[in-house]
């Protein structure tokens, strides 16, 4: 199927409804989350999702949909053979692999998969920074920079932070496939940073795929799916057209958003 905007949108949910609904409205497809070995320990106080998604959801949201049903199973280990297995027998168009370290960890995924749905990777520690145009020569689906983990395993305080340092920059340099990183809500929500500067960053770095979580769903409540998918998708057409002068000026903003320097303004 032909890519109809010049950013995929994908769903976390498990709500078949709500997500048929919002793939319906213009979105790419869902993401169902078994994520949750070691997150607790790894995120505590850290205010972020940790989602219970189960099977037997992935089941039901496959069977909501025609749209692609990304699955992001556990970290590597002894588990993921029977998770593999699995989420491809449930339906999973692709798995996402999270907290990649090593290129051993995505080759055994590799062969695990074995051809029968594709496998994305979530670079969201130092050592998958460091290795990301290695890991990226794999055959992969996709390769996503998860800022929250990525936050944490490097200490740091400010979550936006490797989209000003050029850290995001430097790995999608090194990806030739579908690229992500981020997340986006409605264009006039998001705080500190307005979502759509985020949104005029993401279209900046050419990112082909990004994530709608927490807030969008929060931000969604009793609004029109038909509706608001559309008007996000032509937010990202448009700042698609901007001129060079207009991303330099939007890039500065969101600079300023991010590390609360006023941007310097030329004579």
Request: hydrophobic fraction near 45%.
């Amino acid at each position: 199927m032909p890519k109809l905007t010049c950013v995929d949108l994908f769903l976390f949910t498990v709500d078949p409804g709500w997500g048929a609904d919002v793939v319906a409205a213009g979105a790419a497809g869902i993401v169902v989350d078994w994520e949750r070995r070691g997150k607790h320990r790894r995120q505590l106080g850290e205010g972020t999702q940790i989602n219970s998604d189960t099977p037997a959801d992935l089941s039901r949201v496959r069977a909501a949909t025609d749209g692609r049903v990304l699955c992001r199973v556990n970290g590597f280990g002894p588990w993921t053979p029977a998770e593999v297995d699995d989420a491809v027998a449930r339906g999973a168009d692709e798995l996402l692999l999270p907290m990649v370290r090593t290129a051993e960890e995505v080759d055994r995924t590799l062969d695990l998969v074995a051809g029968r749905c594709g496998l994305g990777i979530l670079v969201e520690t130092q050592d998958g920074v460091a290795r990301a145009a290695e890991l990226a020569r794999r055959p992969l689906s996709r390769v996503y920079v998860g800022l929250n983990d990525l936050r944490i395993d490097r200490g740091a305080q400010q979550l936006f932070t490797p989209l000003v340092d050029g850290t995001v920059d430097a790995v999608r340099a090194g990806v030739p496939g579908a690229f992500g990183v981020g997340g986006l809500t409605l264009p006039e929500g998001g705080a500190p940073v307005p979502a759509w500067l985020l949104a005029a960053e993401l279209v900046r770095l050419g990112a082909d795929f990004t994530f709608l979580r927490r807030s969008f769903t929060a931000d969604m409540a009793g609004r029109n799916p038909f509706v608001e998918v559309p008007r996000l998708l032509a937010v990202l057409t448009g700042l698609a057209t901007a001129t060079a002068d207009e991303v330099a000026e939007r890039r500065a903003a969101f600079v300023a958003a991010v590390t609360g320097v006023p941007a310097v303004q030329s004579a």
